[in-house]
């Protein structure tokens, strides 16, 4: 059956009932779930991080390694070099093991350069790697808590807001598609969610706005779909208002 303006106007304030508490119960959580989320990424960073600078130290201790070996290397050759001086048969093989000494002893300075500025490396790569384990773990600590917080206050709410939804649900269904889809646009623009609001002390519940009281007649005469001249929300009387919280 086609339904009446008044049996119109009182399922969209019906659903904008129930929406309205299930936004309460959200506003409960507040940003919560977004304050959760930006916590889990800086946790997931931080770790990507803390995994890369162990790997830059890993691989410095490695090259601090390959030029000790390098160095052993070099003090091996200086020591055969050395011995094949007492040999030599002439100032040409002399010059050319000497020459061969030189370089394994400039060879072994710059390893032993390497391997200071190696030290520094080091030095600073792990005060940068420990200040990110304690940022992790304050972050990790943050995490945890809010994590605890924003569990308590679904567990406590998560009933109540299934059922709303439900109800909602059902609300939706005794309300032409027309009507529900200007409901839900002024839902969305609205920054309290409000898109069926009242007449308070003369006004508009909504934007505050004054309605003359010719509109504000009609408004109670329910003959018509009436919105505010300033926000475009859907005006009920505070009568019908009455009646739902009686219902």
Known sequence: MEQTVEQKLKALYELQTIHTK???????????PMEVAD?????????????????ELDDVEDDIVTRKNLIKEAQANIKKYEGQLNEVKN???YDAISKEIEIQGLDIQVSEKKIREYGFEITNKTQVYEKALADLEARQADLDAKKEELGTITAETEKEETELNAQAAKAMDNIEERLLTAYTRLRQNAKNGLAVVTIQRDSCSGCFNQIPPQRQSDIRQRKKIIVCEHCGRILVDEQMALEAEEA
């Open 22 to 32: 299930i936004d309460r119960i959200r506003q409960v959580r507040g940003e919560l």
């Open 39 to 55: 916590l889990e990424d800086d946790v997931a960073g931080l770790e990507t991080r803390i995994q890369k600078i162990k790997g």
């Open 91 to 93: 100032n040409r093989e």
